[in-house]
């Protein structure tokens, strides 16, 4: 029985091998924006872009990059638009943090409001 359980942890992993560049593949295409097509990820478009950055993601795959450093690839080469998920620094952090900032103000607004309202 012990080895029927070996036979199958070992199955399993290496399915796990073969599947993760998949994966990972395919979150990358979804995170890239095709710049043809306006508002499609590179994994919706079948524009010839989008087939050229698919071919260069692979290639960056095989070569062992991570997908950080795909990402850095790319938005050195397309600028920060290419991605859906541009990263934090100091040109666009005030649109990352506006969000959180009028959050912030709202929640701060409605106490307020609420305090200062009579009692009934």
Known sequence: MRIIIVIFYFFLYLNNLNATPMADQEIIFKN???LVCQGQSVADSNSDFAQT???VVRDQIKEGKTEKE????LIEK???WI???PPLNKSNSVLWLFPYLIFIIG???IFLL???RPNR
């Open 107 to 109: 929640g701060i607004m």
């Open 70 to 73: 795909i990402y850095k690839f």
């Open 78 to 80: 397309y600028g920060e």
């Open 114 to 116: 609420l305090k200062k």
């Open 53 to 55: 950055i698919k071919l």
């Open 83 to 85: 991605v859906y998920k």
């Open 32 to 34: 890239l924006r095709c």
